[in-house]
């Protein structure tokens, strides 16, 4: 398994900050890219990384009944992405 291209961590960010994915799709996509260090390059995009740790914890839950996280979180971290221009 490869680590994800920014492009392909973008394209989840945004079906996350849209709906077209629910937070535990988006966490259950990202965890393995973050308990399997065999994935990670030698020179990782630090803002890829963060944009994965970020999915890794969309799921997360404030109380029973809402998320930690909402829709203007998705939006935020999306745009930090693609503003971004480390690698």
């Known amino acids: 398994m490869a680590f994800p ?3 392909e961590t973008e394209t989840w960010l ?3 900050a849209t709906g077209e994915v629910t937070p ?3 966490s259950d996509w990202a965890r ?3 308990t399997d260090d065999s994935t990670h390059p ?3 995009d630090k803002t890829v990384w963060a944009a994965i740790k970020a ?3 969309a799921d997360l839950r404030g109380s029973p009944d809402e998320y930690l ?3 203007s979180d998705y939006q935020r971290w999306l745009t ?3 503003q971004a221009t480390d690698k």
Do not use: D, S, W
């Open 55 to 57: 999915l890794g914890g």
């Open 32 to 34: 393995p890219f973050l």
């Open 80 to 82: 930090e992405l693609r």
């Open 42 to 44: 030698v020179q990782m």
């Open 14 to 16: 945004a079906m996350l």
């Open 69 to 71: 996280y909402g829709e």
């Open 24 to 26: 535990e799709a988006a």
């Open 5 to 7: 291209t920014r492009g």
